[in-house]
């Protein structure tokens, strides 16, 4: 069973930069498509970036590409999302999500498993 645990979040000024982690454990981490997502109350959980396990291509929301980039450190079997240039609009509970197999989903129900979440707020 995967288990996914984010960490890094927390209070910033907007303009600011944070960077989330996720870590990864019980299956093989190069079988698995990384996404991260938000959601604020009340809303969705809101797609923000995937990188596709079999060619490496990150695909961004057009709300954060430029500002936002995702990477993989496979040896230490852990994904991030460095958030830059922050704005009140970004705070919300991001989540990393795994997909088993290749493919760049932006869709909730295309991901296997979650991690619990972790709180980033932005102020003005």
């Known amino acids: 069973q995967v288990q996914l645990v984010e960490s890094g979040g927390g209070l910033v000024q907007a303009g600011g930069s944070l960077r989330l982690s996720c870590l990864f454990s019980g299956r093989t981490f ?6 991260w997502f938000r959601q604020v109350p009340g809303k969705d959980r809101e797609f923000v970036a995937v990188e596709n396990w079999s060619d490496g291509r990150i695909t961004y929301a057009d709300s954060v590409k430029g500002r936002f ?11 991030y999302l460095q958030m ?10 991001y989540y990393c999500a795994a997909r088993r197999g290749p493919g760049a989903g932006i869709g909730t129900d295309e991901y296997n498993y979650w991690g619990q979440g972790t709180q980033v ?3 003005s």
């Not at 190069?30 to 996404?35: E, L, V």
């Not at 240039?85 to 970004?90: A, G, Q, R, T, V």
């Open 84 to 93: 830059n240039s922050l704005k009140p609009e970004d705070t919300a509970v």
């Open 121 to 123: 707020t932005v102020s």
């Open 30 to 35: 190069n079988s698995h498509s990384m996404g």
């Open 69 to 79: 980039t995702s990477s993989r450190a496979v040896t230490k079997e852990t994904v």
